[in-house]
């Protein structure tokens, strides 16, 4: 599947656009803050249902607007698939997959798998464990529907079990009953991210060493309470007096998190900025690879100021390995035009260029 013509229509900084795709790799240059990465996160968001760079639809349309508007046209195996979106200000939001809309936004979810990589991606080093988990649920829920329904009703009865512990009195046969039905959501979200992050790992080894020349070693470890106990059961009933005391559960998936070692030591503390950008295209690649052996399809494989803080001859190595080894459809923003198209034209002659200028696509 590729991405073969986008149309938008007051989308952030982009009042009108209408651009035509290569199925193969596609150059979008321009100073910053002219919209290149608004261009990128469009191809994200018909993908998504939402923007990579924020989690909020209130900067999705064009500030004096009240609605954005999306078009995708795919093509799948030879056939054709038409994607709509309209976000409008009152928090309304509509997706039409073939002039047919979606009774739950979320069922669009995994239907155009997508994988992005920016610089907003260091948070994944350095910020909470929450970065981390979405990181997660975004790539399995790519691949997995009952993973996506299963976050979104343990999360529901976490809220209302929390509800519960705050209370003061509260039955602690209600409290069980809240806790049972979160059992099967939890151990389903436990097993499918055990298997994902170690599928992530595997990959994210082999793409590191080949972006850096086998320099490091590098590794990504699981860590979630449900790891040293049989089951979520064991976990809740032994934390109940605790969580009554603090007021809220304190421990469960909600907890999981994702640990990326170099050399065995904590990436965020003993690393360069060359090697976390390095660490972090790897971890991209990884989770690319996973989702096509998972979903036999390929991804759309967005890079987002690719040379932000990577060297020429890296990046260089990175698309000569993404276009020799067949990813798919590649988009790749740049502030220098020169320089992409230097690096791009020696490996092929299947790239399509654009520039971004206030908004403006040529």
């Known amino acids: 599947m590729y991405l073969k013509r986008i149309i938008l229509k007051d989308f952030k900084n982009i009042r009108s656009a209408d651009v035509s795709f290569s199925p193969k790799i596609n150059c ?197 309470d449900l790891n040293e106990v049989a089951g979520t059961q064991e976990l809740f009933t032994a934390s109940l007096r605790k969580d009554r005391i603090m007021g809220y559960t304190t421990c469960g998936v909600q907890r999981d998190d994702l640990e990326f070692l170099m050399d065995g030591y904590p990436v965020r503390k003993c690393s360069s900025q060359g090697q976390q950008k390095s660490f972090l295209v790897a971890m991209k690649m990884a989770q690319y690879s996973v989702m096509t052996e998972v979903r036999n399809r390929r991804p759309i494989l967005l890079f987002d100021d690719l040379f932000d803080k990577l060297d020429a001859s890296r990046v260089s190595s990175l698309i000569r390995m993404v276009l020799q080894e067949d990813f798919g459809q590649i988009f790749i923003t740049d502030t220098d035009a020169a320089r992409l198209a230097g690096i791009v034209g020696g490996i092929t002659d299947q790239g399509k260029f654009f520039n971004v200028c206030r908004g403006q696509v040529r």
């Open 28 to 224: 979008i240059c321009g100073d910053n803050g002219e919209g290149k990465t608004n261009l990128l996160d469009a191809v994200y968001y018909l993908s998504m249902t939402k923007s990579f760079l924020s989690s909020s639809d209130r900067y999705t349309y064009t500030f004096d607007t009240d609605e954005a508007v999306l078009h995708g046209t795919y093509i799948d195996d030879g056939t054709t698939d038409d994607i709509a979106m309209s976000v409008r200000s009152d928090g309304g939001k509509t997706v039409r997959r073939n002039g047919k809309a979606y009774k739950r936004i979320s069922e669009h979810i995994g239907h155009i798998p997508v994988v992005m990589t920016s610089p907003s991606d260091s948070s994944l080093i350095h910020g909470a464990g929450e970065e981390r988990r979405r990181f997660l649920n975004m790539m399995i829920s790519q691949m997995d529907q009952e993973y996506l329904k299963s976050v979104v009703a343990y999360n529901r009865l976490l809220k209302q079990r929390n509800a519960l512990l705050r209370q003061e009195g509260a039955d602690d046969l209600l409290i069980d009953t809240v806790s049972g039905r979160m059992y099967a959501f939890s151990e389903y979200i436990h097993e499918r991210r055990s298997r994902a992050a170690a599928m992530l790992e595997e990959r994210a080894v082999s793409f590191y060493t080949r972006l850096s020349g086998g320099k490091e070693t590098v590794s990504i470890r699981y860590r979630s």
